[in-house]
């Protein structure tokens, strides 16, 4: 067979392309319009980097990667095509996939916290206005500074309830925080919860290293997130992309350059990230590509045409397949001109015309050479994946499940003490200290003293020697308003 990152190749020319390892982490685009071939592609480059050791998580928008997890079995198909490119043996072989999925039925559960989100993602997810906004961020300052941990909705929702009871006596510390807005944050969380995000929230919370694993052989595992069910909640997919990279830009160490990528993210749909976020996230989001790099991570997004990419973020996207795309209006026409014109010139091939014209399976290709530059871009037909195409059988797929060597690890939620059992107990102190006729003294205490008296003061004291009170706060952290805990 053909070398794992000679992808694809030009019958009538001989010569082949092959993406360079070392530069993988300057990061690519795949686009192309429907039916061109940018699955098959997709699929051909993730078993590449498995074979070179390096994990891969991707998002199955369609469903049918999971196919990746069995050995490929060479029809007709394929066998032309291996024969156009003098290759005319086959041999299929599986691949490491661990399962994930957002809500916890096709794969193991993905969470992270309220705290991690941070306030600038959350915002966003719930589409508040500037003012909401604020005060959403009034209120995660306020949970750091009364030692609260948020880790679910439910926590959250405490939290803007008790603030809103004590809008008068955070008021000098905090603003003004209207009883209008955090209505509207409240509303805006219990439509989330009914559109079943609430699983998102809470803890046991993803590791990083649960994806960035390789197996005994030597060969990058692949996370592979069903993605099927969140094209019909575009913000939290978008969301938890944007979280996902966060993350990784927080908590992984500065490598520089290396030989090959810690971990590469594939992210299909990519214009849906992108379509409905603030302009002030995607400025972060912008950063933390251009940065996230020199982690050692590799980001490629797949989408229809170069435009769905924000200017700014596209021009850091050295690695770039192009399929085909159709010109029957004259939106599609520019569409074509302007991704002609992000590829590297080469003075034998119109591009322009060849985009048009490439049949599924084809693509015009530019990838970074040793140097870092772009080579002058090429057609070819691209291999075919040596992994099931299409997705396992429902009896396949929980064999798949059983056999995780994560299986247990995030399947039973944890709901340990967070702000809203804290806020609980104080409720129920001071209903106590009412029936017995002992209302609480109005002191001038700051407003943890005055929520859980001496014992929980002393209790909150441990926990900030365990959380540094103040949580810390990455690079990430003031990039994205997040948190770790």
Known sequence: MHDPFEFGGNPETGKNVSLNLEMANRHGLITGATGTGKTVTLQTLIEGFSEAGVPVFVTDIKGDLSGLSRPGIAHQKIKERLALLAHDTFSGRAYPVILWDLFGKTGHPVRTTISDMGPLLLSSLLNLNETQSAVLYAGFKIADDEGLLLLDIKDLRSLLIWV????????????????????????????????????????????????????FSGNGVISLLDATSLLQQPKLYATFLLWLLAELFEQLPEVGDTEKPKLVLFFDEAHLIFKQSPGVLIEKVEQVVRLIRSKGVGVFFVSQTPADIPAAIAGQLGNR????????????????????????????????????????????????????????????????????????????????????????????????????????????????????????????????????????????RSIGSQLGRQIVRGLLGSLLGGRRR
């Open 164 to 215: 809103s009871e004590n809008r008068q006596s955070l008021q000098p510390n905090y603003g003004g925080l209207p009883s209008a807005s955090i209505a509207a944050i409240q509303r805006n969380l219990l439509m989330l919860e009914q559109q079943g995000a609430e699983q998102f929230f809470g803890e046991p919370a993803l590791q990083l290293n649960d994806l960035m694993q390789t197996d």
């Open 321 to 460: 397949i192009q399929h085909a795309l159709r010109a029957f209006t004259p939106n599609d026409q520019k569409a074509v001109k302007t991704a002609a014109q992000t590829l590297r010139s080469n003075p034998a091939i119109d591009t322009e015309r060849v985009i048009s014209h490439l049949g599924v399976g084809e693509a015009l290709v530019s990838v970074l050479d040793n140097k870092g530059q772009p080579t002058p871009v090429e057609q070819v037909l691209v291999y075919p994946p040596r992994s099931q195409i299409g997705p396992l059988a429902l009896e396949e797929w929980l064999l798949q499940l059983q056999r995780s060597p994560l299986a247990g690890r995030y399947d039973t939620m944890i709901d340990r003490e967070s702000a809203y059992e804290m806020l609980a107990q104080r409720a129920a102190q001071a209903s106590a200290n009412t029936v017995v006729g002992k209302p609480a003294a109005r002191k001038n205490n700051s407003p943890v003293e005055d929520f859980v008296g001496s014992m929980a003061k002393s209790a909150v």
